[in-house]
């Protein structure tokens, strides 16, 4: 197995502009998570999916980022407008049913920075 | 909700030492308990977890972890250190319920030549 897919794995973008990030599950996981990483904040769980739809989302910062999952193999994290403070490491992780007991994977991360 | 803490932000040993990173937890339910290694600039590799099983639980590379209730605890330990093993490393806790996983601040792990 390929493992969970994320692209870009690195983007430079100047603030204003719009971000997509993209990331692929692995086959057969039904939850989705997309995390935000910093230095300041640490590790922090922006939304989840189950199933594709949106569970928890509580963890978004605020309107300018949304999330998708269209399928079952395929969701995106968009940011409009990107800020500076946008800057940090975002991972995409994928868990197997039964929900909740069973670990998550993670891809290998896409670094965002925001000039 | 759950809640996980780490008690160090940084430890540092050196090689062919032991290697004890501590994590307390709180849970309502019975929870699921994990450790996560990332190493520079990639993604969180899990390294073990416990779900309600025994409570001596076996990783990769060395590692385990022993799940106490009483002192609410999942401490990590490897009898000795390698050098491949420095990284951050992640306790996570989940209450198996609604797929709520909550991840500890991080210990960062040194190891001296």
């Known amino acids: 197995d390929a493992g969970v897919i994320q692209s870009p794995r690195h983007e430079v973008t100047e603030m204003g502009q719009e971000v997509t990030l993209r990331c692929k599950p692995i086959?057969?996981?039904?939850?989705l998570f997309w995390y935000r990483q910093t230095m300041m904040r640490g590790l922090e769980l922006l939304i989840y999916f189950n199933n594709n739809v949106p569970i928890d989302d509580s963890g978004m910062p605020e309107d300018r980022f949304s999330a998708k999952m269209p399928n079952a193999s395929f969701s995106t994290l968009k940011i409009q407008p990107s800020e500076p403070r946008d800057s940090a490491v975002y991972f995409c992780a994928s868990s197997p049913p039964p929900s909740g007991y069973n670990e998550q994977f993670f891809g290998p991360g896409t670094r965002l920075t925001v000039l | 909700a759950q809640s996980v803490t780490q008690l160090d932000s940084h430890v540092s040993v050196s090689e062919g030492t032991p290697v004890l990173l501590r994590c307390n937890y709180s849970s309502s339910y019975s929870p699921s308990l994990f450790w996560y290694v990332q190493h520079p600039n990639k993604g969180l590799q899990l390294l073990l977890k416990y779900t309600s099983a025994a409570t001596l639980v076996k990783g990769i590379n060395g590692f385990e972890a022993e799940f106490k209730k009483s002192e609410t605890s999942f401490h990590l330990t490897k009898p000795s250190a390698h050098m491949s093993d420095a990284a951050e490393y992640f306790c996570v806790v989940s209450d198996g319920y609604n797929n709520d996983m909550r991840f500890g601040a991080g210990t960062r792990l040194t190891v001296k030549p």
């Open positions: 086959s057969g996981h039904n939850s």
